[in-house]
């Protein structure tokens, strides 16, 4: 989600030009959800990457 169209409800400006401090804390919330790290703090993207992990080393260690 992008903060572009978001509209506060505090002050009823767009949250992207953050006016006020919900705004702010909204923008750093959206960042942080951004980060390229941000999908394995889930369940999903945790057992993804077990599950990436399992199939590379059972390619590299089944025999020729």
Excluded at 33 to 56: D, K, N, Q, T
């Amino acid at each position: 989600m992008t903060a572009d169209w978001l509209v506060c409800a505090n002050c009823a400006g767009r949250v992207s030009e953050g006016r006020c401090p919900v705004c702010r804390a909204e923008l750093a919330r959206l960042r942080e959800e951004r980060s390229p790290w941000a999908a394995l703090g889930s369940p999903a993207g945790l057992i993804a990457l077990l599950m990436a992990l399992l199939a590379v080393c059972l390619i590299v260690v089944r025999p020729a």
